[in-house]
């Protein structure tokens, strides 16, 4: 008469495996583009999604920049993404990969990452563009971002396809952004 044997292991906690975790609040939220070992919602502490950097490289031209999301410093702030954690062997190659991608002027930091399903924090890295970089553009009205979102299209195509997929995938993982709902609400209107 065959048996079985059942061990049970306990509950897999996020930091059991190996292997950087990565925080995405932009793009990186609906395309990653990358092989990844675990994805899911997550948020960061001390920062706000803002449309205040310029993209030349994929959502606008030289000349004539759209607008995509970078973090700005804010007291008590959440900001909800996803985190990917990446396997150890793909690791260099997945951050290679994305310092391409975010060459306009994103560098990549150390943060606390937390995940939606546990209670405690892991490292990870996030891409932030910081106001010293070339293509930043800064604080503007929602009306002007969303305005200049209008007009722009890049190699990654129209801007407003970012804007429109970004906010999509917040509504999608229960995140209320007032930013990015706000020029969303803008460029309808506009359209």
């Known amino acids: ?24 609040y ?3 939220v609906w395309q990653p583009n990358f ?6 919602p997550a948020y960061i502490k001390g920062w706000g999604r803002r449309f205040w950097q310029g993209s030349t490289d994929h ?16 007291v008590g702030g959440i900001c909800w993404g996803i985190a990917y954690q990446i396997a150890e062997a793909d690791s260099k190659f997945v951050i290679s990969k994305l310092n391409v991608r975010e060459k306009g002027g994103y560098q990549l930091l150390h943060t606390q990452i937390y995940p939606k399903e546990v209670n405690e924090p892991v ?29 722009s299209k890049g190699p990654s195509g129209p801007n407003v396809e ?21 020029i969303e609400k803008i460029i309808l209107k506009l359209r």
């Open 26 to 28: 932009g793009s990186l």
């Open 162 to 182: 970012y804007v429109f997929k970004l906010a999509e995938a917040l509504r999608k993982i229960g995140v209320h952004d007032a930013h990015t709902f706000e």
């Open 35 to 40: 092989r990844f070992v675990r994805k899911t």
């Open 1 to 24: 008469m065959p048996f079985m044997v059942i061990i049970w292991l306990g509950p897999l906690l996020f930091n059991d495996m190996k292997g950087p975790w990565i925080f995405g």
């Open 59 to 74: 959502r606008g031209i030289p000349g004539s920049p759209g607008r995509v999301v970078t973090l700005i410093n804010q």
């Open 123 to 151: 490292k990870g890295k996030v891409y932030i563009a910081m106001p010293e970089n070339p293509n930043y553009l800064g604080e503007a009205t929602t009306e002007n971002i969303a305005a200049q979102i209008v007009m």
